[in-house]
């Protein structure tokens, strides 16, 4: 079984302040992960993946996740904000041999500052 | 260039209406998807096809059927529809063993 929390349904930062979005999983093989954003109204749009290879992800936009399996963490960062990184977060896992599906954290909504 | 497109974008409709969604992906992926996100914005899978065959089906009401037509096309169709599937309805398509999806717009479904 698969499954993600993710700490925080809001955070609050100020524009170039350092984001930290937390996601914590929990999967019994080894886990696939993803950070997805959502701007209002909109679908969905891949931030970044972790596929078993580099621990340390980069993704568009600036922003960065780094595997710990020590930590079964997946915690998403941008060293400094900006005004149109508000949004709504998802984390998601998956595995091999899963069929695709995925499990999504209930998400974070990141506010931004000015 | 739309990759992943749903129609209709907003559905407000009666309870015990039978109403449909439709979805399409011109990325040539082989496996779609539909997920369903409630008021407090969980995200849940529904349904899944890869080539028209279903391959995910999770705890769902038999009340909704996805129906494939093709491997760029799927749709979902609900009947007698109740206010506790009022919630946006993402269509999501990949290759499959790529393990990155690609989501559509959204239908946001109200159900008064």
């Known amino acids: 079984a698969q499954s993600v929390t993710q700490l925080g349904s809001h955070v609050s930062v100020s524009e170039g302040a350092l984001v930290l979005l937390r996601c914590n999983y929990s999967s019994s093989v080894p886990p696939y992960l993803f950070w997805y954003v959502q701007y209002p109204n909109q679908g969905l749009q891949l931030l970044l993946k972790y596929t078993s290879a580099a621990t340390l992800v980069k993704g568009i936009n600036g922003f960065e996740a780094e595997f710990k399996k020590s930590e079964t963490s997946f915690h998403l960062t941008k060293p400094s904000a900006h005004m149109s990184d508000a949004a709504e977060y998802f984390c998601a896992v998956t595995a091999v041999g899963n069929f695709n599906k995925f499990y999504f954290g209930s998400g974070t909504k990141l506010n931004v500052k000015p | 260039d739309t990759a992943v497109s749903q129609t209709p974008k907003y559905l407000v409709t009666q309870m015990g209406n039978d109403k449909s969604i439709k979805c399409e992906q011109n990325?040539?992926?082989?496996?779609m998807y539909w997920y369903k996100q409630d008021s407090k914005k969980f995200l849940k899978i529904m349904f899944s096809y890869n080539n028209k065959e279903l391959i995910i089906n999770e705890t769902v009401p038999n009340r909704f059927s996805p129906k494939s037509p093709d491997k760029a096309h799927l749709n979902l169709h609900i009947n007698s529809l109740e206010l506790g599937d009022s919630a946006v309805y993402f269509c999501a398509s990949s290759v499959r063993g790529a393990y990155e999806q690609y989501f559509g717009p959204g239908t946001r479904l109200t159900v008064t």
């Open positions: 990325l040539g992926h082989d496996t």
